[in-house]
């Protein structure tokens, strides 16, 4: 498995708002586009990006909870480990 750092820093307030929440549209903006592509080529909703939305925008929430005013120590990593095509969800 290779593992790489994402995000690693100090942030303030804002920057850390406007990084994290950047992370997150985004993600919801690929399943949205998912969703969408899939009815047109399918006729069918992707149920799977329609739930991860709604965790997703869940995160959002609690991420906006979570900024107030104090400066934030924020360590992201992203963990890649290939697998067999088989073992694909």
């Given amino acids: ?31 949205q586009n998912r969703i969408f592509s899939d009815k047109i080529r399918f006729g069918t909703e992707n149920k799977a990006s329609v739930a991860r939305i709604a965790e997703l925008e869940n995160t959002r929430e609690q991420i906006l909870k979570l900024i107030a005013e104090d400066n934030l120590l924020i360590h992201s990593q992203i963990n890649i480990e290939k697998i067999a095509k088989q073992e694909v969800a």
């Fill in 1 to 31: 498995m290779d593992q790489f750092d994402l995000i690693k820093g100090v942030f303030e307030p804002e920057e850390a708002k406007e990084i994290l929440l950047y992370l997150i549209d985004g993600k919801i903006q690929f399943h």
